[in-house]
């Protein structure tokens, strides 16, 4: 059960939007939601991005329609926290889901996402919508933590990550990778469960077909609920290793089985676009589009590129949290590029703006509403700053165009190792994106005052039970 301040502001919610404003239209008063994020895409993994031989023409379309941000950030550099931060708009080390001992939850994990957490599809359903989570949920994978207990009508997908439960025997994944760009293991040696609600109805799950078979869900889902609001949640499995794909998209692009698989979830963005166009939805629902964090590095061609930016997964330097972030929303997002700051974070305070949605009083927030920006009514992002939590410590802090690293870590498998500095390192990451020139003996004064943000920033940090060592 959630507590009682979680039920109170679902209610509030919906009795805000019953009595809602007589002359506003429905559509514009109660968008859909379309958020599809993916598992370990880095930062120059798209063509819109720069990549030169990924071909990823629909999200090129709707970045081209939409709002390509440039400085968009996830909620931490590995699978759980990011999600947590993603779905209750706080930085995970408030609600448990970060860890010193152990960086995600696994098979054997007794913990989850609290339930006095409130999430996006609580509110949202509060307010009337369908709500449906599809693909990867990572959140724990007992019954008091799966979707359907923290606001989600409908689940389709895997509990954890599509590596995890691998059969003994499994031959390194890692060395035959690096052999070999095409390498797909056999999807039996992975022997992850598929869920539909809360029954596992397939084990192993077949991998190969299982981005394709999250994308028609996600259509099934929005054709059945066209007439009420909606928000789905499509969580991919890629480009998370094991890398697999389809027999369509197998051997089809020049980046190897990785280009493969983000290939084809280009094509299902494609299909989800196509579709709401075709129910005449595209100018009611606001997509999306987005990762957990920065590439998987240790597996060369198998892993994914930050582009120009610093390392990848795991590590608080750019290139483990910078991700690509599209929102598309014909005739209501201001085409064009957005260079200000955004992240998952926002996106909780961002939707229940647009769905005139209250927001929670009894928590700390730490998003921001996007919805300004995303409007054309506002040039300058709301955010100026990010904090760079690995695990239970705050690396970095980033304000403006500055970042100070307090501590810095490589990705997980390649280093360098752990480091504390006496002096921050500082980085204009607005001038050196790639974070190759520290600039702090020349600037002293900001350095104290990135200091001072982050003292006050950890200060507004309470202890609770941390649910990934349970």
Known sequence: MKRTTGRVWLAVAGLVLAIGAPNRSPAAERPNFVVIFCDDLGY?????????????????????????????????????????????GRVPVRSGMMSDRRRVLFPDSK???????????????????????????????????LPTAHGFDYYYGIPYSNDMDARKGFPNYRQRALMDPHYMAPFQQFNVPLLDGTSIIERPVDQRTITRRYVARAIDFIRKHRHQPFFVYLAHNMPHIPLFASKQFFGRSKRGLYGDAVEEIDAGVGAILQTLQELGLAEQTLVVFTSDNGPWLPFGTHGGSAGLLRNGKGTTYEGGMRVPGIFWWPGHVRPGIQTGMGSVLDLLPTFCSLAGVPLPKDRVLDGYDLSPVLLGKMDKSPRDRVFYWRQEELYAVRVGAWKAHFITQGSYGIGPRREVHEIP??????????????????????????????????????????????
């Open 44 to 88: 120059g993994d798209l063509g819109c991005y720069g990549h030169p031989t990924i071909r990823t023409p629909h999200l090129d379309q709707m970045a081209a329609e939409g709002q390509k941000w440039t400085s968009f950030y996830c909620g931490a550099p590995v699978c759980t926290p990011s999600r947590a931060a993603l779905l209750t």
């Open 425 to 470: 390192e500082l980085y204009n990451v607005e001038v050196d994106p790639g974070e190759n020139f520290d600039v702090a003996p020349r600037h002293p004064d900001i350095v104290r005052r990135l200091t001072r943000v982050a003292e006050e920033h950890k200060a507004s940090i309470k202890p609770v039970p941390n649910q990934l060592e349970r």
């Open 111 to 145: 913990g989850g996402l609290p339930a006095e957490e409130v999430t996006i599809a609580e509110l949202l359903k509060g307010a009337g919508y369908a709500t449906a989570a599809i693909g990867k949920w990572h959140l724990g994978h007992l019954p008091p933590y």
